[in-house]
T-cell receptor
Framework: DAGVIQSPRHEVTEMGQEVTLRCKPI?????LFWYRQTMMRGLELLIY????????DSGMPEDRFSAKMPNASFSTLKIQPSEPRDSAVYFC????????????FGSGTRLTVV | AQKITQTQPGMFVQEKEAVTLDCTYD???????LFWYKQPSSGEMIFLIY??????QNATEGRYSLNFQKARKSANLVISASQLGDSAMYFC?????????????FGTGTRLQVFP
């Protein structure tokens, strides 16, 4: 079990550029979550998928953010255009449907927008 | 509204001593789950322990135990025999199920520092 794999680990980009964060969930996990961690707001849910279908995107800050899950083993979070206030650590997590617990987090992507 | 509150921004404990990290929660749902995660300086989120609202006994995982007091809506984490490697941020979280929502909500965290 390789765990939840996120890439890149660190990303530095200039304001206005497009940023794509990637996540590979644990094989067999039905749910995938994208979280953002900032000093001001702590850990907050952006969006989650069940069986590749977006279920709740109410946490997505604005239209500049979009997320996709084209198949069970891959998801992306895209920011276009990026702004300095998007600087944060972005976590992906996955969970198997049959369990109430067992949310496994990836190592996160630290995004810095300059 | 569902909410997790961690009132201790930072805690210090001497190596080999026990420490309790506080967590209170607010929910009107009869079924919920409570979690503790550890975030070391390297940044990853490590699952420590889980307590279901209907679980009769307090959860334990090695040196970690969860002091679950349902009437007081508290779910404190107890770490016994602290080790230097326990120095990290600790987050309490609650699973929220409502309508289309199925998510973990987190407290603000407690930074634990273990000294020799």
């Amino acid at each position: 079990d390789a765990g939840v794999i996120q890439s890149p680990r660190h990303e530095v980009t200039e304001m206005g550029q497009e940023v794509t964060l990637r996540c590979k969930p644990i094989s067999g996990h039905d749910y995938l979550f994208w979280y953002r961690q900032t000093m001001m707001r702590g850990l907050e849910l952006l969006i989650y998928f069940n069986n590749n279908v977006p279920i709740d995107d109410s946490g997505m800050p604005e239209d500049r953010f979009s997320a996709k899950m084209p198949n069970a083993s891959f998801s992306t979070l895209k920011i276009q255009p990026s702004e300095p206030r998007d600087s944060a650590v972005y976590f992906c997590a996955s969970r198997r449907k049959q369990t109430n617990y067992g949310y496994t987090f990836g190592s996160g992507t630290r995004l810095t927008v300059v | 509204a569902q909410k997790i509150t961690q009132t201790q921004p930072g805690m210090f404990v001497q190596e080999k001593e026990a420490v309790t990290l506080d967590c209170t929660y607010d929910t009107s749902d009869p079924s919920y789950g409570l979690f503790w995660y550890k975030q070391p300086s390297s940044g990853e989120m490590i699952f420590l322990i889980y307590q279901g609202s209907y679980d009769q006994q307090n959860a334990t995982e090695g040196r970690y135990s969860l002091n679950f007091q349902k009437a007081r809506k508290s779910a404190n984490l107890v770490i016994s025999a602290s080790q230097l490697g326990d120095s990290a941020m600790y987050f309490c979280a609650m699973r929220v199920l409502w309508g289309n929502t199925d998510k973990l909500i987190f407290g603000t965290g407690t930074r634990l520092q273990v000294f020799p």
